[in-house]
């Protein structure tokens, strides 16, 4: 059963860089899926951020491309976030999840909260 | 971008009752349409896949129909573990994002 945990700071300064891991279990990432993130401003809807195929192909949010970075790790079986020029705009909920189409999300993280902040 | 709509924003309904949400898509999204289902505090769940596939585990009282631009998701027999908030979401593949529609949050009456 795939598992996936993420992590990273829970502060951010405005204007810095929010980089997080995902860790996945129960699967290898390698073998195949899309790999992405989601994320939910406090009492908001959910925002679709990007995905990464497990060959390193990516598919971003048009919204947030030129801020946006997905790579994936598969010595460490993980995968990663990183989103520039982070403003309070950013503050959200961040989930990770396996893709088992490029958008279609199954199953996701337990998610971890980023407070963009000075 | 495809925008997704759904309605009611909040359904009041009792357990037992039989619920359904409506969302609509601004373009043709074909079958591409997933239903989540989230509880406070707790990471969204895949309820239904291509618009009427029931994903495995969900169970039967929920289902989900639909093409093109409008699509339902209809609970046969509300149970009090149903009572969360529901978003649609497409994944057309040919038209990222793949955006979720604001979500309708089922309460008790």
């Known amino acids: 059963q795939v598992q996936l945990q993420e992590s990273g700071p829970g502060l951010v300064k405005p204007s810095e860089t929010l980089s997080l891991t995902c860790t996945v279990s129960?699967?290898?990432?390698?073998?195949?899926?899309?790999w992405g993130w989601i994320r939910q401003p406090p009492g908001k809807g959910l925002e679709w951020i990007g995905s990464?195929?497990?060959?390193?192909?990516?598919y971003y949010n048009p919204s947030l491309k030129s801020r946006v970075t997905i790579s994936v790790d598969t010595s460490k079986n993980q995968f990663s976030l990183k989103l520039s020029s982070v403003t309070a705009a950013d503050t959200a909920v961040y989930y990770c999840?396996?893709?088992?189409?490029?958008?279609?999300?199954?199953?996701w993280g337990q998610g971890t909260l980023v407070t963009v902040s000075s | 971008d495809i925008q997704m709509t759904q309605s009611p924003s909040t359904l009041s309904a009792s357990v037992g009752d039989r619920v359904t949400i409506t969302c609509r898509a601004s373009?043709?999204?074909?079958?591409?349409l997933a239903w989540y289902q989230q509880k406070p505090g707790k990471a969204p769940k895949l309820l239904i896949y291509?618009?009427?596939s029931l994903e495995s585990g969900v169970p039967s009282r929920f289902s989900g129909s639909g093409s093109g631009t409008e699509f339902t998701l209809t609970i046969s027999s509300l149970q009090p573990d149903d009572f969360a908030t529901y978003y649609c979401?497409?994944?057309?593949?040919?038209?990222?994002?793949?955006?979720f529609g604001p979500g309708t949050k089922v309460d008790i009456k």
């Open positions: 291509k618009a009427s």
């Open positions: 999840a396996r893709g088992i189409a490029a958008g279609l999300i199954d199953p």
């Open positions: 129960g699967y290898s990432i390698s073998s195949g899926y899309y």
């Open positions: 979401q497409q994944y057309n593949s040919y038209s990222p994002p793949f955006t």
């Open positions: 990464i195929y497990h060959s390193g192909s990516t």
């Open positions: 373009q043709s999204i074909s079958s591409w």
